[in-house]
């Protein structure tokens, strides 16, 4: 019975998981880092090299903003526009960004993503 349980429990999909942070469209809080990812795209990270990971594509005009934070712990409130693919999102109309001190001694609290505002989703 204990074998049966823990094989069930293993073939549980954790993308609905991965995204449990993301609560619709809205204007979200955030602390993560800006990457370019293999597409030579910027994304910022969330929870980043976790099995929680978030990506979201930065988009609009907000590329320029966001390439002087490049590989820098940042924290962010930014628009998420439309509902998430899995771990897969984007942001826009990013209203505040500030370079934030990572803190070392609480790895697992220094990535997060936080509704601040909740609004309808772009189609």
């Given at each position: 019975?204990?074998?049966?349980?823990?094989?069930?429990?293993?073939?549980?999909?954790?993308?609905?998981?991965?995204?449990?942070?993301?609560?619709?469209?809205?204007?979200?809080?955030?602390?993560?880092?800006?990457?370019?990812?293999?597409?030579?795209?910027?994304?910022?990270?969330?929870?980043?090299?976790?099995?929680?990971?978030?990506?979201?594509?930065?988009?609009?005009?907000?590329?320029?903003?966001?390439?002087?934070?490049?590989?820098?712990?940042?924290?962010?409130?930014?628009?998420?526009?439309?509902?998430?693919e899995g771990t897969k999102g984007?942001?826009?109309?990013?209203?505040?960004?500030?370079?934030?001190?990572?803190?070392?001694?609480?790895?697992?609290?220094?990535?997060?993503?936080?509704?601040?505002?909740?609004?309808?989703?772009?189609?």
């Amino acid at each position: 019975m204990n074998k049966l349980l823990i094989l069930i429990l293993i073939s549980i999909p954790l993308t609905g998981l991965a995204a449990a942070d993301f609560k619709g469209c809205g204007v979200y809080s955030m602390h993560g880092r800006l990457i370019k990812n293999e597409k030579d795209q910027l994304v910022y990270l969330v929870h980043g090299g976790t099995r929680s990971q978030l990506d979201f594509a930065v988009n609009g005009d907000d590329v320029a903003t966001f390439a002087a934070y490049l590989d820098k712990p940042t924290s962010i409130e930014a628009v998420i526009p439309k509902p998430m693919e899995g771990t897969k999102g984007s942001i826009k109309k990013i209203s505040k960004i500030n370079i934030r001190l990572p803190d070392p001694l609480n790895p697992e609290h220094d990535s997060f993503i936080s509704l601040k505002s909740k609004k309808d989703c772009e189609k």
